[in-house]
């Protein structure tokens, strides 16, 4: 403050310390503010700021293809959309700020419990400049002038986090999370979907499931289908071949690469066709008890 420069991260500290849960609920309303945020004010705020009705310099509507209005989103304890977002935000401010909770607590008794006793206070849109040109010049970081209101606003945020917690090297601990997209405990996965989806819901767009969300996430690339059928084709004709009882020369490994094209047959190990034949009749045992079971 003292050397001018912008409070956005002085700010930016002293309000996560001023609002930091201290135990499950407090991540429940935490997650429940985020939403209202997030899927409602912004779409209000944003409408307020461009009505549908609104034209650029030239003549033509702001909300024109491919711009899409918002559409405010009231939360619904029922929507299970709504209540996933919840509970996976909640989880994710829970690690973060090292606050344990129990299967329980997730429970959907449990967060409704929670949420129908918050008070979420009405929303006024504020007159705000939005820059609408995309070929506009940001402007660079600027120093403020810090006023004596700006300091004494920032000290009593600051002394009121001190007066309401015990400010202590664990109090203050929190703990980064690092995406893990296979790891489906962790609800990473689930916050991402419920986000994503609600935003897409906010703009009228088709939303994605569950397994499409991770995929793309996960930057994961999905196989050639043109491989994996001849790979399992060639799995499927040595597992025939175990079942009808063939001998050791009948059996072949195969490589090949459907881009040259070029496919090469070669007899394998003795050792690894027995370890191949115990690992498929492992299999087949098991296809087979499930199959009894599911009878």
Same mark, same amino acid.
């Given at each position: 403050?003292?050397?001018?420069?912008?409070?956005?991260?002085?700010?930016?500290?002293?309000?996560?310390?001023?609002?930091?849960?201290?135990?499950?609920?407090?991540?429940?309303?935490? @997650?429940?503010?985020?939403?209202?945020?997030?899927?409602?004010?912004?779409?209000?705020?944003?409408?307020?700021?461009?009505?549908?009705?609104?034209?650029?310099?030239? *003549?033509?509507?702001?909300?024109?293809?491919?711009?899409?209005?918002?559409?405010?989103?009231?939360?619904?304890?029922?929507?299970?959309?709504?209540?996933?977002?919840?509970?996976?935000?909640a989880r994710l401010f829970a690690t973060v700020y090292n606050i344990s909770y129990t299967q329980?607590?997730?429970?959907?008794?449990?967060?409704?419990?929670?949420?129908?006793?918050?008070?979420?206070?009405?929303?006024?849109? &504020?007159?705000?400049?939005?820059?609408?040109?995309?070929?506009?010049?940001?402007?660079?970081?600027?120093?403020?002038? &810090?006023?004596?209101?700006?300091?004494?606003?920032?000290?009593?945020?600051?002394?009121?986090?001190?007066?309401?917690?015990?400010?202590?090297?664990?109090?203050?601990?929190?703990?980064?999370?690092?995406?893990?997209?296979?790891?489906?405990?962790? *609800?990473?996965?689930?916050?991402?979907?419920?986000?994503?989806?609600?935003?897409?819901?906010?703009?009228?767009?088709?939303?994605?499931?569950?397994?499409?969300?991770?995929?793309?996430?996960?930057?994961?690339?999905?196989?050639?289908?043109?491989?994996?059928?001849?790979?399992?084709?060639?799995?499927?004709?040595?597992?025939?071949?175990?079942? @009808?009882?063939?001998?050791?020369?009948?059996?072949?490994?195969?490589?090949?690469?459907? @881009?040259?094209?070029?496919?090469?047959?070669?007899?394998?190990?003795?050792?690894?066709?027995?370890?191949?034949?115990? *690992?498929?009749?492992?299999?087949? @045992?098991?296809?087979?008890?499930? *199959?009894?079971?599911?009878?």
């Open positions: 403050m003292k050397s001018r420069e912008s409070l956005e991260g002085s700010f930016q500290v002293i309000k996560l310390l001023s609002r930091r849960p201290a135990q499950w609920e407090d991540c429940v309303l935490l @997650a429940r503010f985020k939403f209202e945020k997030y899927f409602k004010r912004k779409a209000v705020q944003l409408l307020h700021s461009f009505p549908i009705d609104t034209r650029l310099k030239d *003549g033509s509507l702001f909300w024109q293809s491919p711009k899409r209005p918002p559409s405010p989103i009231e939360f619904e304890f029922k929507d299970e959309l709504h209540f996933n977002f919840i509970v996976s935000a329980k607590d997730v429970s959907p008794a449990s967060i409704i419990q929670i949420l129908s006793e918050v008070q979420i206070p009405n929303y006024t849109p &504020v007159e705000k400049k939005i820059e609408t040109d995309e070929n506009a010049k940001k402007p660079d970081h600027i120093k403020l002038n &810090v006023s004596s209101e700006e300091e004494r606003e920032a000290i009593n945020l600051l002394e009121r986090a001190i007066s309401n917690n015990i400010v202590s090297k664990e109090h203050l601990q929190t703990t980064p999370i690092l995406f893990e997209k296979d790891d489906d405990s962790n *609800g990473h996965i689930d916050f991402i979907t419920a986000a994503s989806n609600l935003r897409a819901r906010m703009y009228s767009i088709e939303s994605a499931d569950r397994f499409r969300t991770k995929r793309i996430a996960g930057k994961i690339i999905p196989a050639i289908a043109t491989a994996t059928a001849a790979v399992s084709g060639l799995v499927a004709v040595e597992l025939l071949k175990i079942v @009808a009882g063939y001998g050791f020369d009948s059996f072949r490994n195969c490589f090949f690469n459907l @881009a040259l094209p070029i496919i090469v047959f070669t007899k394998p190990a003795e050792f690894l066709v027995n370890t191949v034949v115990v *690992g498929c009749c492992t299999v087949l @045992a098991i296809i087979n008890v499930v *199959g009894c079971q599911a009878k």
